[in-house]
């Protein structure tokens, strides 16, 4: 039983980073299209290096906030069972 519970734990967290880079993936599509905006309104603004300079921020507030939602997760499952019945 403890190598299925290993075996799941590592297929979670596999799906968990592709979230994060479908999600990423898709933000910085998004912002893409802002920026191709902006660079029609301000002559010399580079839509393409925007958005390249903006996937680190991007990549790591997806992560983060992932990584939070998880750990919320773990910390009310972590209450439930260690919970006094009355």
Known sequence: MDRRARLQLRL???????????????ALGLIGYAFKAASEVWEGFDSSIATGLSASVVIGLVWWSLYQTR????????????????
């Open 12 to 26: 979670q967290q596999t799906v968990e980073g592709l979230s994060v880079a479908a999600i990423a993936y898709y």
């Open 71 to 86: 750990r919320k997760m773990a910390a009310e499952e972590h209450d439930v069972t260690h919970s006094k019945i009355p």
